[in-house]
């Protein structure tokens, strides 16, 4: 087996670790919550979002046991839960802004959802684009996953290992340094392809520049007058 068959046949063990890291992450501040303390914001955004794991984890399986027309039609609910994804990530900004306010917490979450969201989308549209053609559709599915890394690792991490204030940016270093190794050690193995698709440098080369910015942007004042512009909007 080559190198691109196995990156596909055996990325459904690191979708399961995403899915089970989520639930890990997620246990205290969503599935344990008191009964009508998680807002409809809260539940779309977690349905869509764990649909998507849940995909991710279908499909690779399918491609492991080479069903593929299967994985073709099981597809297609991508159609349906990115746009879910999108709108749900734009509504729970808000919701969340407004409960805190423009603060630095505020305007710091802010710019985490909304560039890792505009990642998402990109990677997304390069998989659709790429659709007819498994090795780079495949790999931009992967990047997906990875803008989930720091929602879910953020909380693993601050929740179980180290408890610092989110503004002091100690647990993002961390995760946001996770997502980068993965996507390194990814075009290093892609190094070793001759037939290889460049994906993961071009993915690598937008996460890191998003990451400043969500490192940065929110100290700015630019950015708080957007974020004064995005709470105001009616949208919860």
């Known amino acids: 087996m080559n190198f691109t068959q196995s990156i596909f046949r055996n990325s459904w063990f690191f979708f399961v670790l995403i899915l089970a890291s989520a639930i890990w992450g997620f246990w205290v501040t969503y599935f344990t919550r008191p009964a009508g303390s998680v807002s409809g914001w809260e539940h779309?955004?977690?349905?869509?979002?764990?649909?998507?794991?849940a995909m991710l984890i279908i499909q690779a399986s399918l491609i492991r046991t080479h069903l593929r027309s299967l994985h073709r039609?099981?597809?297609?609910?991508?159609?349906?839960?990115?746009?879910?994804?999108?709108?749900?990530t734009l509504w729970l900004a808000n919701f969340r802004l407004n409960q805190r306010a423009l603060t630095d917490e505020g305007l710091y979450v802010l710019g985490l959802q909304l560039f890792l969201l505009l990642l998402f989308v990109i990677f997304y549209i390069q998989a659709i684009r790429h659709r007819a053609r498994p090795d780079v559709h495949a790999r931009w599915m992967i990047c997906t996953a990875?803008?989930?890394l720091d929602p879910i690792f953020a909380r693993v991490i601050g929740i179980n290992f180290i408890q610092a204030p989110l503004v002091s940016?100690?647990?993002?270093?961390?995760?946001?340094?996770?997502?980068?190794l993965i996507l390194l050690a990814l075009l290093l193995r892609d190094l070793k392809i001759p037939s290889r698709k460049d994906v993961f440098l071009p993915a690598l080369a937008m996460f890191?520049?998003?990451?400043?910015?969500?490192?940065?942007?929110?100290?700015t004042g630019a950015w708080a007058a957007f974020a004064a512009w995005y709470a105001g909007l009616p949208m919860t």
Not at 44 to 53: D, E, Q, S, T
Not at 169 to 180: E, G, N, P, R, S
């Open 44 to 53: 779309l955004h977690g349905v869509a979002m764990f649909g998507w794991c």
């Open 208 to 219: 890191v520049p998003a990451q400043v910015a969500m490192l940065t942007l929110w100290k």
């Open 146 to 148: 990875l803008t989930l």
């Open 73 to 88: 039609a099981i597809g297609k609910i991508s159609f349906v839960l990115a746009p879910l994804i999108v709108f749900s």
């Open 169 to 180: 940016l100690v647990i993002q270093y961390i995760t946001f340094a996770m997502t980068d």
